[in-house]
């Protein structure tokens, strides 16, 4: 036991205070202190990926980072993709379309780093989300669904955003999917 | 195509659909509740001191500095452990049975194994007291190798067994010896398979909480077969079954290797030294890969009296599984390897002679198949083996060899029935799929080149469910655990909603799902309108102890269950409809939320209108009638039997088959191994929901090629585990593998309800076999056959440097 640390985070666009031991990872705190167990713990070797979050809009293992380094920062995680945790985000409908889940633990990790890989990648090739997806196991799906997912996911936006170039007005067309947000975003 | 004729009065409207799974939502959205998230007031976290030593003897162990350590709760040490609980015993009891802790009391056997274990007010705490244990331990000899373990000079594990072969046995089936005399030639072949598992991401834990009072231990745990995890539990604690409840949460996957009493037994034993404070330990990834369990690695010895036209006449196999130190699963992957040993062949004549020896390894437990992977590269080894003896085209060969389509039901010579099966058909159909014929150009064409391109075949048979009765092989008859079944229990809610309680467990395979789709069907509702309570509670689910997630159980035992338990209410219902009718029951139809009277659609009642009388108008009743509309069906499969006097049974109970083509490529300069292609033509009969078949399909396929080239558990010659990260323990990633191409061939089985048969387990099992044959075929122009897994680059290149022809070294 050491001293408590006091830090301020961003975590789905809600601001909250936790007081931490300095050894606290992120994966602990969002989960036994901010009780957002969707960020699941597969290894803390920093290998599977089952735990990444988005930081400030980019993928970390919030096993491998301490909650004091997030202090002032900017977090997203499973639960910010659907916040009343009925409506599905768009890559959350394209793993329930396309059987990209089975026992659906690695699920929120798979989900955080499909989001950055589609937003710096909307029309990615399968080959470049097999790589995008590499440091994620699955040990359920064999990929294949989950690379279906993220394609469909990918052509699903593409879509979106050539309608929305097309209209001037219309924020968000009828029937189209909404943008992929970040943290940032959603906050 | 040969299908069984197959003969059902229910309705298919639901079932065959590729439905999306309802057990998405909470799962996409992170609101699931897994194990490590239940969170209890005043919970403590539990932290196990394990052994560094593979084999030792333990001379001292003093817990009272932690004891001591603000914020600790409770330590428990082996020698308290053996004071206030009974040892385990083996699921199947061997002759002589080693006497096995929840931790080590007098000797520790394999690296990892629990010592001791600390109860504090959080895990760090907890796992900061370990460093104050301090332990005196006398290191002994280690092995590691079951061949090294057989040796005279060997040290012993288990004194009291007096020996590391805890079972040894043989079991001539047929005229073997005739068939080896008739033959044209013998061909000889030694395969080995390794250490491996299929590492569910979630790893294990167990929640324990002790009512002093009322004397229970409520438990929450990973669990595949709740009735063996209660009864082990009261067992050892000396509690009344009824006194032990299981709550099983969703598991982040399972394939068989959350199956470990002593940790259950060991939390249960803390939360009573802590009565009313609930205590829970997960397992670390570390802990896991080093202490959890691992499938066996095995050493088979074969022979195959065969005719020049490659016909196969015999077989002999002399097999030693490597149980590590565990009693556990003690001679199942024998038994389960011995049963299907002719795989998809017509083979008169068999012999099997298996020794199950102990190690010092980690115990193993089941894993995805157990022991038909290893069944099904030897016997394909052996299959290519034939062609190459004699020259022949390997695709002929096993064409030559297979059992017919209409030979089925096939009677293997151990007393194996096979349902059904088209096995020409679907190798056909596996070789169209890559287009088998151009891809011999191709690789003609590659090899001319200098590239090494190697295209594998293999086929295996995926059997479901298993006659828990065959451990009388080795236990004898008086063994209390036979046959297999499952419980259901179906309750009618007065909205006309179905909700629905099973004893089996789902850790991913979309069973809620597949289970509304079938109970919609034969109550004439919607899969929405059926609830599955998938978080088996012992309190409010039925069960036997043959009941859970095992043995690809799900198709045959789980479904008729639940379709027998439905059918009753279903009966209820139509009783209860036909008095307000005032018409017979047969005359009523029951669909699309409505029963109707046959032949006058304008007579019929809402389905809700007479499941709301069965609760609320009890004047409704005959003196003789019972209110509400719920049914309780135990299952039992009918085919299930002890050995016959020739040791002859049926050990599983149906029989799905895939055949496996692969396409890989292996760099000539470093050796790397890429899958380029893969396809798998499968029959599980009728699928209930082919987007579930489908994934299961794909995953189990990834499982066993990341077990023939990835995935290898090493020890080094002291018992020390040297893979115990994922960044040792290689799994495959997203890019490591291929799209898995699949196609379908469906030959209904006529022994379950529905036709299926078993998916789940059949990519594990054939794809290891799939892959060692394209290796080899890949390396023919350096001469190199391949005759055991792992197949590494660092391997194969040192081979082919040494100009070694026969892989592994």
């Known amino acids: 036991m050491s001293e408590l640390t006091t830090i301020s985070v961003t975590v789905n666009g809600e601001p909250r205070e936790g007081r931490v031991e300095p050894r606290r990872s992120l994966a602990d705190f969002l989960r036994q202190d901010m009780g957002l167990t969707g960020t699941h713990v597969g290894c803390e070797h920093g290998v599977c990926g089952a735990c990444t979050v988005l930081v400030n809009g980019r993928s970390v293992r919030s096993c491998l980072l301490f909650a004091v380094q997030v202090n002032q920062q900017d977090v997203l995680t499973v639960e910010g993709l659907s916040p009343d945790g009925v409506t599905l985000h768009p ?56 690379v279906r997912a993220v394609l469909a996911a990918a052509d699903g936006h593409a879509a979106s955003a050539s309608t929305a170039a097309g209209s001037e007005t219309a924020e968000s067309p009828p029937g189209a999917l909404p943008r992929f947000p970040t943290g940032k975003e959603i906050a | 195509m040969s299908a069984t004729s197959h003969a059902t009065t229910l309705g298919t409207n639901w079932v065959g659909q590729p439905l999306p799974r309802k057990e998405d939502g909470p799962l996409l959205t992170g609101r699931d509740r897994f194990l490590d998230d239940i969170g209890l007031l005043g919970m403590a976290h539990v932290a196990i001191l394990r052994s560094p030593y593979a084999h030792a003897r333990i001379l001292r162990v ?35 049975s080693p006497q096995v802790y929840a931790l080590a009391h007098d000797k520790v056997v394999y690296v990892g194994q629990p010592v001791a274990a600390v109860a504090a007010i959080d895990r760090a705490t907890a796992e ?64 080995t398979i390794h250490r491996y598992l299929s590492t569910p991401l979630e790893t294990f834990g167990s929640i324990a909480q ?68 609930p205590v829970k330990w997960v397992e670390d990834r570390r802990e896991s890969l080093l202490a959890l369990c691992h499938a066996a690695d095995g050493i088979m010895e074969m022979e195959a009296a065969i005719q020049d036209d490659g016909t196969i006449l015999g077989l002999k196999f002399r097999n030693i599984e490597n149980e590590g130190a565990g009693i556990d699963f003690a001679g199942r992957h024998n038994l389960l390897m011995l049963s299907n ?152 809610e007065p909205d006309g909603s179905a909700t629905v309680y099973t004893g089996g467990i789902e850790s991913g395979q979309g069973h809620s799902t597949a289970l509304s789709q079938i109970v919609a069907d034969e109550l004439g509702l919607r899969p929405d309108q059926i609830r599955i309570v998938a978080t088996f509670d012992s309190h409010s689910h039925p069960y036997t102890q043959t009941s859970g997630n095992y043995s690809n159980k799900f198709n045959g035992h789980d479904t008729a269950a639940a379709i ?83 040791r002859r049974l049926p050990v599983q109970m149906g029989f799905s088959a895939a055949a496996h083509v692969a396409l890989v490529e292996i760099d000539p300069e470093t050796f790397e191994i890429e899958v380029r292609r893969y396809g798998v033509v499968h029959d599980c009969g009728r699928e209930i929901n082919p987007m579930i078949v489908e994934g299961q399909v794909h995953g189990a396929t990834v499982h066993g090629i990341a077990a023939a080239l990835l995935e290898e558990f090493v020890y080094d010659d002291d018992g020390q585990l040297l893979t115990t990260s994922f960044m040792d323990y290689l799994k495959p990633s997203s890019a490591d593998v291929p799209m898995i191409e699949t196609d379908h061939l469906e030959t209904l089985s006529p022994w379950t309800p529905l036709g299926t048969k078993g998916i789940g387990e059949g990519g594990a099992i054939v794809a290891p076999a799939a892959i060692a044959s394209a290796v080899e075929d890949a390396l023919k122009p350096l001469g190199i056959t391949v005759s055991g897994l792992p197949i590494t680059p660092t391997r194969l290149w040192r081979l082919a440097s040494q100009g070694g022809k026969r892989y592994p070294i």
């Open chain 1, 91 to 146: 890559l959350q409908q394209a793993f329930h379309e396309h059987h990209a889940l089975q026992c659906g633990f690695c699920t929120p990790g798979m989900l955080l780093t499909s989001l950055e890989l589609l937003r710096d990648n909307p029309a990615p090739t399968e080959a470049e989300v097999r790589l995008g997806l590499a440091g994620n196991l699955c040990m359920c799906t064999g990929y294949v669904n989950i």
């Open chain 2, 62 to 96: 003093d817990a009272s500095a932690a004891a001591a350590l603000p914020s600790v709760l409770a330590v428990l040490t082996g020698e308290e452990v053996v004071r206030v609980s009974r040892p385990q015993r083996g699921r199947i009891p061997l002759p002589v």
């Open chain 2, 128 to 191: 900061d007291a370990l460093d104050l244990i301090e332990v005196e331990y006398e290191p002994l000899p280690a092995v590691v190798t079951p061949e090294g373990a057989m040796a005279p000079d060997a040290p012993i594990l288990f004194e009291e067994v007096g020996s590391n072969i805890l079972w040894h046995d043989t079991f001539p089936y047929g005229d073997v010896d005739g068939a080896f005399e008739r033959a044209d030639r013998v061909v000889r072949e030694r395969v």
């Open chain 2, 210 to 277: 002790f009512d002093a009072s009322t004397q229970t231990m409520t438990i929450w745990g990973s669990a595949h077969q709740p009735g063996q995890e209660i009864n082990n539990v009261a067992a050892a604690l000396g509690l009344s079954p009824g006194q032990v409840r299981m709550i099983v949460p969703p598991m982040g996957g399972g394939f068989g290797n959350k199956t470990r009493p002593i940790y259950h037994i060991l939390i249960a034993l803390l939360a009573r030294k802590l009565a009313g404070r």
């Open chain 2, 341 to 492: 040993i002719v795989n998809c062949y017509r083979v008169p004549a068999v012999s099997y002679e298996g020794y199950s020896v102990v190690t010092n390894c980690c115990p193993v437990i089941a894993n995805r198949g157990i022991g038909k992977p290893f069944m099904c590269l030897a016997v394909e080894r052996m299959v290519d083996a034939v062609a190459r003896e004699t020259g022949l085209d390997r695709v002929e060969v096993r064409q030559r060899n297979f059992i017919q389509p209409d030979q089925f039901p096939y009677d293997t010579p151990s007393g194996q029935t096979y349902d059904s099966g088209d096995y020409p058909e679907m190798l056909r159909k596996a070789l169209a799929l890559l287009d088998y014929d151009q891809l011999l150009v191709d690789q003609e064409a590659a090899r001319a080149a200098g590239r090494l391109v190697g295209i594998g075949i293999a086929c295996g048979v995926e059997p479901a469910g298993s006659n828990l009765s065959y451990g009388m092989l080795i236990s004898g008859p008086s063994q209390l655990l036979s046959g297999q079944g499952e419980a259901a229990r179906v309750r009618m």
């Open chain 2, 564 to 646: 027998g338990a439905a059918g009753k209410v279903r009966e209820k219902l139509l009783a209860r409809a036909a008095r307000m009718l005032e018409v017979a029951a047969e005359d009523l139809e029951l669909a699309a939320g409505r029963i109707t009277v046959r032949g006058a659609p304008d007579r019929s009642l809402p389905i809700a209108q007479v499941a709301a009388r069965a609760y609320w108008s009890l004047n409704d009743e005959a003196p003789d009638d019972e209110p509400g509309l719920e049914a309780l069906h135990y299952y039992r499969n009918p085919r299930t039997r002890a050995p016959d006097a020739q």
